[in-house]
């Protein structure tokens, strides 16, 4: 049976590597009993196995990882790393909730010269559901964060879910820990579990278009 998605790639990954659940738990830090119910069994992929194996496992392409594009095995990087911060011109995240996730390429469309602020890199935005916060055409820098616990209670971020990618204003449920609200002033707010987030980044900065 062929396995798909998030948790059949990093299935993939560990069969590559010629690993098994116990040898990739102690690899990656993570507990035997949490990467096997998550791989194995019925659980879903959490943000931590996602960012231990992009953090160990650096011949891994995380795009690959996430989103299955491109190929699993990254790119060799040069000795020489261009200067400035990586921008994704066709990098497209909603700025709304998306059915489906357009292809971007694995490379960035060039590198750029601004005052980062802790981003690690840049896209425009599609969609007007932050708007008048965010435009659609803005560009915005995003930083990864390590864990969803860690989220700023009303901060902007980029939520990546196995279905979309999309910018919202996040905030903890009140009476549910597990689950984290996603609002934007023009569509009706609504509920994640934090066990679907694949991967979070803060916006850290925007550059409005004019």
Not at 101 to 124: H, K, L, M, V
């Given at each position: 049976?062929?396995?798909?998605?998030?948790k059949?790639?990093?299935?993939?990954?560990?069969?590559?590597?010629g690993?098994?659940?116990?040898?990739?738990?102690?690899?990656?830090g993570?507990?035997q009993?949490?990467?096997?119910?998550?791989?194995?069994?019925?659980?879903?992929?959490?943000?931590?196995?996602?960012?231990?194996i992009?953090?160990?496992?650096?011949?891994?392409?995380?795009?690959?990882?996430?989103l299955?594009?491109?190929?699993?095995?990254?790119?060799?990087?040069?000795?020489?790393?261009?200067?400035?911060?990586?921008?994704?011109?066709n990098?497209?995240?909603?700025?709304?909730?998306?059915?489906?996730?357009?292809?971007?390429?694995?490379?960035?469309?060039?590198?750029?010269?601004?005052?980062?602020?802790?981003?690690?890199?840049?896209?425009p935005v599609?969609?007007?559901?932050?708007?008048?916060?965010?435009?659609?055409?803005?560009i915005?820098?995003?930083?990864?964060?390590?864990?969803s616990?860690?989220?700023v209670h009303g901060?902007?971020?980029?939520?990546?879910?196995?279905?979309?990618?999309?910018?919202?204003?996040?905030?903890?449920?009140?009476?549910?820990p597990?689950?984290?609200?996603?609002?934007?002033?023009?569509?009706?707010?609504f509920?994640?579990?934090?066990?679907?987030?694949?991967a979070?980044f803060?916006?850290?900065?925007?550059?409005?278009?004019?």
């Amino acid at each position: 049976m062929i396995r798909r998605g998030l948790k059949g790639r990093v299935s993939e990954i560990f069969k590559f590597k010629g690993i098994n659940v116990n040898r990739a738990s102690k690899m990656l830090g993570i507990p035997q009993r949490t990467l096997n119910r998550q791989v194995n069994e019925d659980g879903n992929v959490g943000m931590e196995v996602v960012y231990a194996i992009i953090d160990n496992f650096q011949d891994i392409s995380p795009l690959w990882l996430l989103l299955g594009e491109g190929d699993m095995l990254a790119e060799k990087k040069n000795d020489t790393k261009p200067a400035g911060i990586p921008y994704y011109n066709n990098l497209p995240v909603a700025a709304g909730q998306r059915d489906n996730i357009d292809q971007f390429g694995e490379r960035p469309s060039e590198y750029i010269s601004i005052p980062p602020q802790g981003a690690e890199f840049f896209f425009p935005v599609s969609g007007n559901s932050m708007e008048p916060e965010i435009n659609d055409g803005d560009i915005v820098g995003v930083k990864r964060v390590a864990r969803s616990e860690g989220i700023v209670h009303g901060a902007v971020y980029m939520v990546v879910t196995n279905d979309a990618r999309m910018i919202k204003r996040c905030y903890h449920d009140n009476n549910d820990p597990n689950l984290i609200w996603c609002v934007s002033p023009n569509y009706p707010s609504f509920p994640i579990h934090k066990n679907d987030v694949c991967a979070l980044f803060r916006v850290v900065n925007r550059i409005e278009t004019l």
